[in-house]
């Protein structure tokens, strides 16, 4: 199994957090109809490697960048029982690396960042239909909450 190394994202790697960015719009398309056809754009790529309250994480193979993700702190709503918990999103693989616990690596490491600001709940979104990451997450831990719906009028 390739040796996985988990480091701190960086500005030098904002080129192919670029790539990895259009790999998430591509990859969550075909389960959100109302995507615009070009031109997405979710995250501010920059305040997630710079922001004190935000840990971008990379995996590197070698020296070839093959995932990251991050972990966002957050103030809760005043009636659950935590005040912050981190919010994760951007987990990407690059498709040759999937399957070999590179996911699993960076969900650890955020984990960890998270445990170590006094955080007790992590939180993401993933789409109903796509059942390879919810059983992703499920065997990560995490568990279903609650599904938003939507209608066109």
Known sequence: MEQIIIRKAALSDL???LQFEQGVV?????FNPVLKESGVHYYNINELITADHIELLVALSGTEVIGCG???IESAKPFLKYERYAYLGFMYVVPEHRGRGVNKAILQELTAWSKAKGITELRLDVYSENIIAVNAYEKAGFKKLHIQMRSEI
């Open 15 to 17: 080129d192919i957090l």
């Open 70 to 72: 991050y972990a966002r």
């Open 26 to 30: 591509e990859a969550e398309r075909p």
